[in-house]
């Protein structure tokens, strides 16, 4: 059965990091697509970041672009959401999910329609 958790969230001052990670059971993460999501208070979840399970690509947000990186450990079998630069925008509780078909692209709408949300894991960005 798939189960992913996250990790990772805490507190930051802006300009700081965080790496946030999706630890997965049941399945070979390497051959899905992964989406890194985010809910803020009063507003809908987002897609942030992505990596294919098709070749491996990723893609992310305008609003994170260039300050957050999305990376696959095929060892570990988890997928990793790297944060730098942080903003308080960034505020929010962050989760990971895996599109239910292996060798799926990277499709935020696709991929948050799959299964279960789980726990998340918060960060707050302040000062």
């Known amino acids: 059965q798939l189960q992913l958790v996250e990790s990772g969230g805490g507190w930051v001052q802006p300009g700081g990091s965080l790496r946030l990670s999706c630890a997965a059971s049941?399945?070979?993460?390497?051959?899905?697509?992964i989406g890194w999501f985010r809910q803020a208070p009063g507003k809908e979840r987002e897609g942030v970041s992505c990596?294919?399970?098709?070749?491996?690509?990723?893609y992310d947000a305008d609003s994170v672009k260039g300050r957050f990186t999305i990376a696959r450990d095929k060892v570990k079998n988890t997928v990793y959401l790297q944060m730098n630069n942080l903003k308080p925008e960034d505020t929010a509780v962050y989760y990971c999910?895996?599109?239910?078909?292996?060798?799926?692209?990277?499709?935020?709408?696709?991929?948050?329609?799959?299964?279960?949300w789980g726990q998340g894991t918060q960060v707050t960005v302040s000062s």
């Open positions: 990596i294919s399970g098709i070749d491996g690509s990723t």
């Open positions: 049941g399945i070979v993460l390497d051959s899905y697509a």
């Open positions: 999910k895996a599109d239910s078909t292996p060798y799926s692209p990277c499709v935020f709408g696709r991929i948050s329609g799959k299964g279960r």
